[in-house]
């Protein structure tokens, strides 16, 4: 038999038993948060057409995406990102809907990484989608949406740090930066790369004193520091007071009406900043986040506020989202030592042949009774020998009785 088969793709994994339980009791629990918020479920197909994640949407890079044909030549990918597809998805089944629209889903994305470095190619992501309102409260409520899903999957010790694009945009207009200066900028601010950035600026510094255009310094020293801006609320006065441009002290008044409303929600204890977040997907306009905690080195949550993406799809509509990864949860749940406890303890009734009557008869009884409830015929020497504690350890069971 050729071994290969019995092995998945890089990138990939099976996932069963124990853990597959413990995932699907998770996802059910956050699932729970958006649907009492008044979301409702959506599906969209693994499989969309490559243009609602091309390079004018500003999603993953076309590199990085799964692509094949179907038979008339078109181009497909499998889906890599949720947000286009809702967004596809809400401009054509609510095109005369002129309230706002709550969306949620559960699927799986998939990256066709080059490099893994640990990461998988296939996840299953819960997230939701508030199209349709603009204002601050609407930014409070998916930023509370998304703490409730850290409090919901068990979690004492997270942060939701929050941040603004329009205010790295602001420095970067009133500097005078042309497009791929941007680019490069923000890639470095992105990765955190404070000495990249000032060695950047340096070499644009001397560009721009030859040309009698110098950079002005305060929005220098800004541009060095954002990938350590960070903190809480005294952040805000900090960086509205060093920054002069109107759209980067609009930018900072917005967080401040977001931490203001977060705290009706009682959720300000979890929140902080970071001035200088930003993200690869290009499609986010405003409020950004991201949700961290112990044992893993990825963000868990992202969300953020893109109210140019659904134009693209002829419904011109603010939108706000944020997605979970759960595979990065799951991990990050099982390092810090968090049960997940199953939903529904689990029972093994054993019986001889001549029992079978009785077994199945009690077994019935049980389930109706909400116990899942499994039988074993004991068809061995070795099945009968085996010790009811045996059993029990080995298969997880709250219970193990013999007929």
């Known amino acids: 038999m050729n071994q290969k088969i019995l092995h998945t793709p890089e990138g990939l994994r099976d996932i069963y038993s124990d853990e597959c339980e413990r995932k699907q009791i998770l996802e059910q629990r956050l699932h729970q948060v958006p649907a009492s918020y008044g979301y409702r479920d959506i599906e969209t197909p693994s499989i969309e057409f490559f243009d609602v994640f091309g390079s004018d949407i500003g999603t993953i890079p076309s590199r990085d995406l799964f692509k094949f044909f179907d038979r008339e030549g078109n181009t497909l990918v499998l889906r890599p990102d949720f947000t286009p597809s809702i967004a596809r998805a809400a401009s054509r089944y ?91 900028l923000r890639n470095l601010i992105h990765n955190r790369n404070t000495f990249g950035v000032e060695k950047l600026l ?45 759209k980067a002290q609009e930018a900072v008044v ?39 905690t112990y044992g893993t080195g990825e963000a868990v949550v992202k969300g953020g506020r893109y109210d140019a993406l659904l134009k693209h799809f002829g419904k011109d509509l603010p ?39 009785e077994a199945v008869s009690r077994a019935a009884a049980w389930r109706r009774q909400g116990k899942y409830t499994e039988l074993m015929l004991l068809a061995s020497e070795k099945d009968i020998e085996k010790s009811d504690e045996e059993y029990r350890r080995e298969g997880g069971y709250a219970g193990v009785i013999r007929l």
């Not at 040309?211 to 809480?232: W, Y």
Request: glycine share 8%.
């Open 319 to 357: 939108s706000i989202g944020f997605v979970v990864v759960i595979g990065q949860l799951l991990n990050a749940l099982q390092r810090q030592k968090i049960e997940i406890l199953p939903a529904h303890e689990r029972y093994l009734i054993l019986y001889r042949e001549e029992a079978a009557k």
């Open 202 to 246: 340096s070499s644009l510094e001397e560009e721009r004193k030859s040309a009698s255009q110098p950079l002005d310094e305060r929005i220098r020293r800004l541009l060095i520091a954002l990938p350590t801006l960070t903190g809480g609320e005294e952040l805000l006065e900090k960086a509205f007071s060093m920054s002069e441009g109107l």
């Open 254 to 292: 917005r967080l401040k009406k977001v931490l203001e409303l977060l705290k009706l929600y009682g959720l300000e204890r979890y929140t902080s900043f970071d001035l200088g977040m930003l993200s690869v997907y290009m499609y986010y306009t405003g409020i950004i986040f991201r949700g961290y």
């Open 94 to 184: 609510f095109q005369n809907v002129n309230h706002p629209i709550r969306l949620c889903y559960i699927g799986k994305s998939f990256v066709n990484y080059s490099g893994l470095q640990g990461r998988l190619k296939e996840n299953t992501q819960m997230g939701a989608e508030l199209i349709g309102a603009s204002g601050a409260d609407a930014d409070a409520e998916v930023i509370a949406m998304a703490t409730e899903t850290m409090l919901a999957a068990g979690l004492g010790e997270f942060q939701i740090s929050v941040g603004h694009v329009a205010f790295f945009e602001s420095l970067a207009e009133e500097a005078g930066f042309d497009e791929d200066t941007v680019l490069r």
